[in-house]
Protein backbone atom coordinates (compact mmCIF):
# COMPACT_ATOMS: atom_id res chain seq x y z
CA UNK A 1 0.00 0.00 0.00
CA UNK A 2 1.38 3.28 -1.13
CA UNK A 3 1.30 6.59 0.46
CA UNK A 4 0.31 8.56 -2.76
CA UNK A 5 -2.70 5.52 -3.64
CA UNK A 6 -6.31 6.11 -3.48
CA UNK A 7 -6.31 3.01 -1.21
CA UNK A 8 -3.62 4.04 1.55
CA UNK A 9 -5.94 7.93 1.75
CA UNK A 10 -9.04 5.49 2.52
CA UNK A 11 -7.24 3.17 4.95
CA UNK A 12 -5.74 5.96 6.67
CA UNK A 13 -9.02 8.31 6.57
CA UNK A 14 -10.44 4.61 8.60
CA UNK A 15 -7.20 4.41 11.12
CA UNK A 16 -7.97 7.91 11.99
CA UNK A 17 -11.92 7.53 12.52
CA UNK A 18 -11.33 4.81 14.85
CA UNK A 19 -8.13 6.52 16.48
CA UNK A 20 -10.50 9.29 17.52
CA UNK A 21 -13.41 7.09 18.75
CA UNK A 22 -14.03 6.69 22.26
CA UNK A 23 -12.03 3.80 22.61
CA UNK A 24 -10.01 2.71 26.02
CA UNK A 25 -6.51 3.40 25.26
CA UNK A 26 -5.97 -0.63 25.04
CA UNK A 27 -8.09 -1.04 22.50
CA UNK A 28 -7.04 1.95 20.28
CA UNK A 29 -3.60 0.61 20.37
CA UNK A 30 -4.92 -2.85 19.53
CA UNK A 31 -6.56 -1.07 16.47
CA UNK A 32 -3.39 0.01 15.53
CA UNK A 33 -1.36 -2.99 15.48
CA UNK A 34 -4.25 -4.54 13.43
CA UNK A 35 -4.05 -2.14 10.90
CA UNK A 36 0.02 -1.84 10.28
CA UNK A 37 -0.52 -5.67 9.83
CA UNK A 38 -2.97 -4.99 7.09
CA UNK A 39 -0.89 -2.10 6.05
CA UNK A 40 1.90 -4.61 5.37
CA UNK A 41 -0.07 -7.67 4.17
CA UNK A 42 -1.17 -5.34 1.56
CA UNK A 43 1.88 -6.08 -0.40
CA UNK A 44 2.14 -9.88 0.49
CA UNK A 45 0.09 -11.62 3.42
CA UNK A 46 2.37 -14.42 4.41
CA UNK A 47 5.19 -12.38 5.38
CA UNK A 48 3.28 -11.24 7.98
CA UNK A 49 4.39 -14.33 9.20
CA UNK A 50 8.35 -12.93 9.55
CA UNK A 51 7.24 -9.93 11.45
CA UNK A 52 5.51 -11.77 14.13
CA UNK A 53 8.59 -14.40 14.20
CA UNK A 54 10.82 -11.32 15.05
CA UNK A 55 8.24 -9.82 17.28
CA UNK A 56 8.31 -13.04 19.67
CA UNK A 57 11.71 -14.24 19.50
CA UNK A 58 13.14 -10.68 20.50
CA UNK A 59 10.13 -10.23 23.11
CA UNK A 60 11.21 -13.65 24.69
CA UNK A 61 15.01 -13.22 24.40
CA UNK A 62 15.32 -9.77 26.02
CA UNK A 63 13.06 -10.37 28.79
CA UNK A 64 15.26 -13.84 29.34
CA UNK A 65 18.58 -11.64 29.09
CA UNK A 66 17.58 -9.06 31.52
CA UNK A 67 16.51 -12.03 34.29
CA UNK A 68 19.50 -13.89 33.60
CA UNK A 69 22.62 -13.76 36.10
CA UNK A 70 25.08 -15.56 33.75
CA UNK A 71 26.60 -13.73 31.16
CA UNK A 72 26.75 -16.53 28.90
CA UNK A 73 23.40 -16.98 29.14
CA UNK A 74 22.59 -13.61 28.33
CA UNK A 75 25.06 -14.20 25.33
CA UNK A 76 23.15 -17.42 24.02
CA UNK A 77 19.74 -15.04 24.16
CA UNK A 78 21.65 -12.47 22.28
CA UNK A 79 22.75 -15.31 19.50
CA UNK A 80 18.89 -16.45 19.57
CA UNK A 81 18.00 -13.07 18.46
CA UNK A 82 20.65 -12.25 16.50
CA UNK A 83 20.25 -15.20 14.62
CA UNK A 84 16.64 -15.60 13.71
CA UNK A 85 16.60 -11.86 13.03
CA UNK A 86 20.03 -11.69 10.28
CA UNK A 87 19.18 -14.95 9.67
CA UNK A 88 15.66 -14.55 7.83
CA UNK A 89 17.52 -10.79 6.60
CA UNK A 90 20.38 -13.28 4.98
CA UNK A 91 18.03 -15.82 3.82
CA UNK A 92 15.31 -13.27 1.77
CA UNK A 93 17.75 -10.12 1.17
CA UNK A 94 20.64 -11.94 0.40
CA UNK A 95 20.35 -15.76 -0.77
CA UNK A 96 20.63 -15.26 -4.30
CA UNK A 97 23.38 -12.99 -3.88
CA UNK A 98 25.15 -15.67 -2.06
CA UNK A 99 24.41 -18.36 -4.17
CA UNK A 100 25.16 -16.52 -7.82
CA UNK A 101 28.75 -15.74 -6.10
CA UNK A 102 29.51 -19.16 -5.01
CA UNK A 103 28.30 -19.87 -8.92
CA UNK A 104 30.96 -17.72 -10.18
CA UNK A 105 33.51 -18.68 -7.39
CA UNK A 106 32.57 -22.40 -8.61
CA UNK A 107 33.10 -21.77 -12.41
CA UNK A 108 36.48 -19.60 -11.96
CA UNK A 109 38.05 -23.03 -11.11
CA UNK A 110 37.03 -24.83 -13.84
CA UNK A 111 33.89 -26.57 -12.03
CA UNK A 112 29.95 -26.16 -14.17
CA UNK A 113 27.02 -25.80 -11.62
CA UNK A 114 24.05 -24.49 -12.36
CA UNK A 115 21.75 -24.77 -9.61
CA UNK A 116 18.02 -24.41 -10.00
CA UNK A 117 17.24 -20.86 -9.28
CA UNK A 118 15.68 -20.39 -5.81
CA UNK A 119 13.58 -17.55 -6.71
CA UNK A 120 13.46 -16.29 -3.29
CA UNK A 121 10.99 -12.84 -2.93
CA UNK A 122 12.50 -9.55 -1.18
CA UNK A 123 9.38 -9.20 1.81
CA UNK A 124 9.65 -5.43 1.54
CA UNK A 125 11.04 -3.26 4.51
CA UNK A 126 12.59 -6.45 6.27
CA UNK A 127 15.64 -4.22 6.27
CA UNK A 128 14.21 -1.65 8.27
CA UNK A 129 12.04 -3.69 10.84
CA UNK A 130 14.92 -6.04 11.65
CA UNK A 131 16.92 -3.19 12.65
CA UNK A 132 14.49 -1.56 14.37
CA UNK A 133 13.86 -5.07 16.58
CA UNK A 134 17.64 -5.72 16.98
CA UNK A 135 18.11 -2.31 18.44
CA UNK A 136 16.17 -3.21 21.25
CA UNK A 137 17.61 -6.30 22.06
CA UNK A 138 21.10 -5.18 21.74
CA UNK A 139 20.00 -2.10 24.27
CA UNK A 140 18.44 -4.70 27.10
CA UNK A 141 21.59 -6.19 26.64
CA UNK A 142 24.02 -3.79 26.87
CA UNK A 143 21.70 -2.61 30.20
CA UNK A 144 20.94 0.99 28.37
CA UNK A 145 17.27 0.27 28.77
CA UNK A 146 14.76 -2.58 30.58
CA UNK A 147 12.81 -5.10 28.90
CA UNK A 148 9.20 -3.80 28.30
CA UNK A 149 6.27 -5.21 30.26
CA UNK A 150 3.78 -4.43 27.53
CA UNK A 151 3.89 -7.06 24.91
CA UNK A 152 1.03 -5.00 23.04
CA UNK A 153 3.52 -2.17 22.67
CA UNK A 154 6.51 -3.92 22.08
CA UNK A 155 4.60 -5.48 18.98
CA UNK A 156 2.98 -1.82 18.15
CA UNK A 157 7.10 -0.36 18.23
CA UNK A 158 7.62 -3.66 15.59
CA UNK A 159 5.20 -3.22 13.09
CA UNK A 160 3.65 0.84 13.20
CA UNK A 161 3.15 1.30 10.03
CA UNK A 162 3.83 5.07 8.96
CA UNK A 163 7.32 3.75 8.84
CA UNK A 164 7.71 0.24 8.86
CA UNK A 165 8.51 -0.34 5.44
CA UNK A 166 10.90 2.79 4.74
CA UNK A 167 11.70 3.98 8.17
CA UNK A 168 12.91 5.85 9.83
CA UNK A 169 14.26 3.53 12.03
CA UNK A 170 13.06 4.39 15.00
CA UNK A 171 14.15 3.10 18.76
CA UNK A 172 12.88 1.36 21.71
CA UNK A 173 13.40 4.52 23.84
CA UNK A 174 12.05 6.79 21.59
CA UNK A 175 8.85 5.05 20.70
CA UNK A 176 7.61 2.85 23.59
CA UNK A 177 7.26 5.40 26.40
CA UNK A 178 4.65 6.86 24.21
CA UNK A 179 2.52 3.64 24.48
CA UNK A 180 2.02 4.51 27.98
CA UNK A 181 -0.26 6.77 28.53
CA UNK A 182 -3.59 7.67 26.52
CA UNK A 183 -3.09 10.07 24.07
CA UNK A 184 -4.29 11.55 20.43
CA UNK A 185 -2.86 14.24 18.40
CA UNK A 186 -4.17 18.01 19.68
CA UNK A 187 -5.33 19.78 16.73
CA UNK A 188 -2.11 22.01 16.25
CA UNK A 189 -0.58 18.32 15.53
CA UNK A 190 -3.14 16.91 13.56
CA UNK A 191 -2.85 19.87 11.26
CA UNK A 192 0.71 20.09 10.95
CA UNK A 193 0.85 16.73 10.44
CA UNK A 194 -1.46 16.63 7.32
CA UNK A 195 0.69 19.54 6.11
CA UNK A 196 3.52 17.07 6.33
CA UNK A 197 1.60 14.49 4.21
CA UNK A 198 1.02 16.61 1.82
CA UNK A 199 4.42 18.15 1.80
CA UNK A 200 5.71 14.50 1.81
CA UNK A 201 3.55 13.63 -1.58
CA UNK A 202 4.46 16.54 -3.62
CA UNK A 203 8.39 15.63 -3.14
CA UNK A 204 7.81 12.30 -4.24
CA UNK A 205 4.65 12.66 -6.85
CA UNK A 206 6.28 16.10 -8.63
CA UNK A 207 9.60 16.25 -7.89
CA UNK A 208 11.18 12.72 -7.58
CA UNK A 209 8.42 10.95 -10.23
CA UNK A 210 7.04 13.58 -12.50
CA UNK A 211 10.27 15.62 -12.94
CA UNK A 212 13.55 13.95 -12.22
CA UNK A 213 12.93 10.19 -12.89
CA UNK A 214 11.92 10.23 -15.99
CA UNK A 215 15.17 12.29 -16.72
CA UNK A 216 17.55 9.74 -14.62
CA UNK A 217 15.99 6.89 -16.82
CA UNK A 218 16.70 8.14 -20.10
CA UNK A 219 20.65 8.41 -18.86
CA UNK A 220 21.09 5.36 -16.64
CA UNK A 221 18.96 3.41 -19.14
CA UNK A 222 20.69 4.21 -22.41
CA UNK A 223 23.07 1.86 -23.55
CA UNK A 224 25.84 3.75 -25.31
CA UNK A 225 28.13 6.18 -24.01
CA UNK A 226 27.08 9.70 -23.23
CA UNK A 227 27.85 12.96 -24.00
CA UNK A 228 29.24 14.50 -20.48
CA UNK A 229 27.27 17.01 -19.93
CA UNK A 230 24.23 14.57 -20.29
CA UNK A 231 25.98 11.81 -18.23
CA UNK A 232 26.15 15.14 -15.41
CA UNK A 233 22.72 15.65 -15.72
CA UNK A 234 21.73 12.58 -15.28
CA UNK A 235 23.26 12.16 -12.23
CA UNK A 236 22.43 15.22 -11.00
CA UNK A 237 18.67 13.91 -11.54
CA UNK A 238 19.08 10.62 -9.76
CA UNK A 239 20.82 12.58 -6.85
CA UNK A 240 17.61 14.81 -6.28
CA UNK A 241 15.73 12.06 -7.41
CA UNK A 242 16.53 10.11 -4.55
CA UNK A 243 16.35 12.52 -1.68
CA UNK A 244 12.84 13.52 -2.82
CA UNK A 245 11.44 10.03 -3.35
CA UNK A 246 13.44 8.55 0.15
CA UNK A 247 12.84 12.11 2.20
CA UNK A 248 9.24 12.22 0.88
CA UNK A 249 8.51 8.84 2.39
CA UNK A 250 10.27 9.91 5.84
CA UNK A 251 8.05 13.19 5.91
CA UNK A 252 4.54 11.11 4.50
CA UNK A 253 5.74 8.70 7.69
CA UNK A 254 6.29 11.27 10.36
CA UNK A 255 3.12 13.77 9.78
CA UNK A 256 0.63 10.17 9.41
CA UNK A 257 2.40 9.60 12.81
CA UNK A 258 1.55 13.05 14.26
CA UNK A 259 -1.93 12.52 13.36
CA UNK A 260 -1.94 10.03 15.50
CA UNK A 261 -0.67 11.57 17.99
CA UNK A 262 2.81 9.78 18.06
CA UNK A 263 6.51 11.29 17.34
CA UNK A 264 9.40 10.15 14.96
CA UNK A 265 12.37 11.60 14.55
CA UNK A 266 13.48 13.22 11.64
CA UNK A 267 15.57 11.25 8.82
CA UNK A 268 16.77 14.30 6.66
CA UNK A 269 18.60 17.58 7.83
CA UNK A 270 19.19 19.38 4.18
CA UNK A 271 22.20 16.68 3.14
CA UNK A 272 22.77 18.54 -0.35
CA UNK A 273 24.06 21.73 2.31
CA UNK A 274 26.77 19.35 4.06
CA UNK A 275 30.29 20.36 4.49
CA UNK A 276 32.08 17.40 4.51
CA UNK A 277 31.11 13.71 4.68
CA UNK A 278 30.64 13.28 8.16
CA UNK A 279 27.85 16.37 7.93
CA UNK A 280 26.13 14.69 5.29
CA UNK A 281 25.99 11.53 7.11
CA UNK A 282 24.44 13.45 9.86
CA UNK A 283 22.16 14.57 7.62
CA UNK A 284 21.29 11.76 5.53
CA UNK A 285 19.34 9.21 6.10
CA UNK A 286 19.71 9.66 9.82
CA UNK A 287 18.15 7.03 11.68
CA UNK A 288 20.58 4.48 9.56
CA UNK A 289 23.54 6.18 10.18
CA UNK A 290 22.98 6.58 13.98
CA UNK A 291 22.05 2.78 14.27
CA UNK A 292 25.49 1.91 12.06
CA UNK A 293 27.62 4.42 14.60
CA UNK A 294 25.78 3.16 17.78
CA UNK A 295 25.68 -0.75 17.01
CA UNK A 296 28.46 -1.18 14.38
CA UNK A 297 31.05 1.61 14.45
CA UNK A 298 31.17 1.71 18.03
CA UNK A 299 30.93 -2.10 18.62
CA UNK A 300 34.27 -2.30 16.44
CA UNK A 301 35.51 -0.02 18.63
CA UNK A 302 34.71 3.25 17.43
CA UNK A 303 37.33 6.04 17.90
CA UNK A 304 38.97 4.43 20.57
CA UNK A 305 41.70 2.47 18.87
CA UNK A 306 44.37 3.88 17.14
CA UNK A 307 44.43 5.84 13.72
CA UNK A 308 44.88 2.36 11.47
CA UNK A 309 42.32 0.97 13.48
CA UNK A 310 39.91 3.82 13.53
CA UNK A 311 39.87 4.06 9.62
CA UNK A 312 39.17 0.19 9.74
CA UNK A 313 35.93 0.43 11.72
CA UNK A 314 35.02 3.14 9.49
CA UNK A 315 35.85 1.37 6.48
CA UNK A 316 33.85 -1.91 7.75
CA UNK A 317 30.45 0.35 8.84
CA UNK A 318 30.24 1.90 5.52
CA UNK A 319 30.66 -1.41 3.33
CA UNK A 320 27.95 -2.95 5.88
CA UNK A 321 26.09 0.01 5.16
CA UNK A 322 26.35 -0.38 1.52
CA UNK A 323 25.48 -3.67 1.39
CA UNK A 324 22.57 -3.28 3.92
CA UNK A 325 21.20 -1.25 0.99
CA UNK A 326 20.90 -3.83 -1.35
CA UNK A 327 22.53 -7.36 -2.35
CA UNK A 328 24.67 -6.38 -4.91
CA UNK A 329 28.85 -5.64 -4.99
CA UNK A 330 27.78 -1.96 -6.51
CA UNK A 331 26.39 -1.04 -3.15
CA UNK A 332 29.23 -2.26 -1.46
CA UNK A 333 31.54 -0.07 -3.46
CA UNK A 334 29.44 2.57 -2.91
CA UNK A 335 29.45 2.10 0.71
CA UNK A 336 33.47 1.48 0.42
CA UNK A 337 33.41 4.95 -1.38
CA UNK A 338 31.77 6.52 1.53
CA UNK A 339 34.36 4.83 3.88
CA UNK A 340 37.35 6.14 1.55
CA UNK A 341 35.72 9.87 1.68
CA UNK A 342 35.20 10.23 5.69
CA UNK A 343 39.18 8.67 5.82
CA UNK A 344 40.65 11.27 4.00
CA UNK A 345 38.30 14.00 5.59
CA UNK A 346 39.69 12.37 8.84
CA UNK A 347 42.87 12.74 7.49
CA UNK A 348 42.41 16.11 6.62
CA UNK A 349 40.89 17.06 9.82
CA UNK A 350 44.22 16.25 12.09
CA UNK A 351 46.48 18.23 9.73
CA UNK A 352 44.00 21.38 10.64
CA UNK A 353 42.56 21.36 7.20
CA UNK A 354 38.59 21.02 7.73
CA UNK A 355 39.21 24.01 10.72
CA UNK A 356 41.07 26.21 7.96
CA UNK A 357 37.45 25.35 5.67
CA UNK A 358 35.20 26.68 8.28
CA UNK A 359 36.42 30.10 8.76
CA UNK A 360 35.17 31.54 6.14
CA UNK A 361 32.06 31.37 4.11
CA UNK A 362 33.36 30.88 0.54
CA UNK A 363 35.63 28.53 1.41
CA UNK A 364 32.15 26.58 3.46
CA UNK A 365 30.69 26.95 0.18
CA UNK A 366 33.04 25.34 -1.84
CA UNK A 367 33.61 22.51 0.40
CA UNK A 368 29.85 22.12 0.10
CA UNK A 369 29.98 21.58 -3.53
CA UNK A 370 33.25 19.46 -3.64
CA UNK A 371 30.81 17.41 -0.95
CA UNK A 372 27.60 17.31 -3.54
CA UNK A 373 29.98 16.68 -6.59
CA UNK A 374 31.69 14.04 -4.33
CA UNK A 375 28.49 12.29 -3.28
CA UNK A 376 26.72 11.98 -6.76
CA UNK A 377 29.56 10.38 -8.13
CA UNK A 378 29.13 7.29 -5.47
CA UNK A 379 25.25 7.65 -6.79
CA UNK A 380 26.53 6.68 -9.84
CA UNK A 381 26.98 3.73 -8.28
CA UNK A 382 23.84 2.94 -6.42
CA UNK A 383 21.47 3.84 -9.51
CA UNK A 384 23.59 1.70 -11.78
CA UNK A 385 22.76 -1.93 -12.51
CA UNK A 386 26.52 -3.48 -13.04
CA UNK A 387 30.00 -1.92 -12.85
CA UNK A 388 30.63 -2.05 -16.24
CA UNK A 389 27.64 0.49 -16.42
CA UNK A 390 28.84 2.50 -13.78
CA UNK A 391 32.24 2.49 -15.02
CA UNK A 392 31.30 3.67 -18.31
CA UNK A 393 28.94 6.65 -17.18
CA UNK A 394 31.83 7.80 -14.70
CA UNK A 395 34.13 7.67 -17.49
CA UNK A 396 31.53 9.70 -20.11
CA UNK A 397 30.79 12.74 -16.87
CA UNK A 398 34.80 12.84 -16.56
CA UNK A 399 34.89 13.09 -20.83
CA UNK A 400 37.38 9.98 -20.50
CA UNK A 401 34.90 8.31 -23.33
CA UNK A 402 34.15 9.13 -26.75
CA UNK A 403 29.94 9.59 -27.00
CA UNK A 404 28.08 7.17 -29.17
CA UNK A 405 24.96 8.56 -28.04
CA UNK A 406 23.94 11.55 -29.06
CA UNK A 407 21.29 14.34 -27.47
CA UNK A 408 19.95 11.55 -24.68
CA UNK A 409 18.22 14.19 -22.96
CA UNK A 410 18.28 17.64 -25.03
CA UNK A 411 18.76 21.32 -23.78
CA UNK A 412 15.50 21.77 -22.22
CA UNK A 413 15.40 18.60 -20.09
CA UNK A 414 19.05 19.42 -19.30
CA UNK A 415 18.04 23.15 -18.12
CA UNK A 416 15.21 21.55 -15.93
CA UNK A 417 18.01 19.57 -14.42
CA UNK A 418 20.32 22.70 -13.50
CA UNK A 419 17.23 24.82 -12.70
CA UNK A 420 15.95 22.35 -9.85
CA UNK A 421 19.24 21.31 -8.84
CA UNK A 422 20.43 24.73 -7.97
CA UNK A 423 17.09 25.54 -6.57
CA UNK A 424 17.55 22.38 -4.04
CA UNK A 425 21.08 23.32 -2.93
CA UNK A 426 19.92 27.12 -2.04
CA UNK A 427 16.78 25.99 0.01
CA UNK A 428 19.09 23.16 1.35
CA UNK A 429 22.00 26.18 2.51
CA UNK A 430 18.94 28.28 3.34
CA UNK A 431 17.52 26.05 5.92
CA UNK A 432 20.56 24.15 6.74
CA UNK A 433 20.03 25.09 10.34
CA UNK A 434 16.43 25.57 10.47
CA UNK A 435 13.33 23.23 10.62
CA UNK A 436 10.33 22.81 8.41
CA UNK A 437 8.35 23.65 11.60
CA UNK A 438 10.10 26.87 12.43
CA UNK A 439 9.88 27.81 9.06
CA UNK A 440 6.26 27.88 9.04
CA UNK A 441 5.92 29.32 12.26
CA UNK A 442 7.47 32.51 10.92
CA UNK A 443 5.48 32.39 7.95
CA UNK A 444 1.69 34.55 8.49
CA UNK A 445 -1.19 32.35 8.18
CA UNK A 446 -2.16 34.10 4.55
CA UNK A 447 1.59 32.49 3.24
CA UNK A 448 0.67 29.68 4.47
CA UNK A 449 -2.53 29.07 3.38
CA UNK A 450 -1.39 29.79 -0.46
CA UNK A 451 1.43 27.49 -0.01
CA UNK A 452 -0.89 24.89 0.85
CA UNK A 453 -3.08 25.42 -2.22
CA UNK A 454 -0.13 25.50 -4.29
CA UNK A 455 1.12 22.19 -3.05
CA UNK A 456 -2.60 20.77 -3.72
CA UNK A 457 -2.70 21.50 -7.04
CA UNK A 458 0.63 20.47 -7.92
CA UNK A 459 0.28 17.21 -5.76
CA UNK A 460 -2.91 17.07 -7.91
CA UNK A 461 -1.28 18.08 -10.99
CA UNK A 462 1.19 15.38 -10.88
CA UNK A 463 -1.08 12.83 -9.86
CA UNK A 464 -3.03 12.79 -13.03
CA UNK A 465 0.72 12.86 -15.18
CA UNK A 466 3.08 10.94 -13.22
CA UNK A 467 3.23 7.31 -12.93
CA UNK A 468 2.62 6.26 -9.95
CA UNK A 469 6.02 4.46 -9.02
CA UNK A 470 6.53 2.35 -5.71
CA UNK A 471 9.30 3.92 -3.23
CA UNK A 472 12.70 3.23 -4.62
CA UNK A 473 13.93 2.50 -0.77
CA UNK A 474 10.81 -0.48 -0.82
CA UNK A 475 13.35 -2.61 -2.21
CA UNK A 476 15.43 -2.71 0.78
Same mark, same amino acid.
Given at each position: ??????? $???????????????? /?????????? *?? !???????????? %????? *?????????? /??????????????????????????????????? &????????????????? #????????? &???????????????????????????????????????????? #??????????????????????????????????????????????????????????????????????????????????????????????????????????????????????????????????????????????? @?????????????? @??? !??????????????????????? %?????????????????????????????????????????? *???????????????????????????????????????????????????????????????? *?????? /??????????? $?? $?
Amino acid at each position: MLFNSIS $FLVFFSIVLLLHYLPF /SWKAKKFNLL *IA !SYLFYAAWNPPF %VLLIW *ISTAVDWFAA /SRMYRSRSSLERRVYLILSLFTNLGLLGFFKYGNF &VLDNFVLIVQRFGFQYE #PAAPNIILP &VGISFYTFQTLSYTLDVYRGNTKPWRSFLDFALFVTFFPQLVAG #PIVRAADFLPQCVKPHVASATQLSWGIVLLLVGLVQKVLIADTIMAPISDAVFNEAGSLEWHNAWAGTFAFSIQIFFDFAGYSTCAIGAALCLGFALPDNFRYPYAAIGFSDFWRRWHISLSSWLRDYVYISLGGNRTGRIRV @HVNLMITMLLGGLW @HGA !SWTFVAWGGLHGLYLIVERIADR %VGLMAWILQTFSRRLIASFVTYVAVCCTWVLFRALSFDQAYA *ILKSMFGFQRPDADGVLGITRIMIVLGVTLGVIGYHWLMRDFSLEELAKRTSWWLQSMGIAVLL *ITLIWA /STTGEGRAFIY $FQ $F
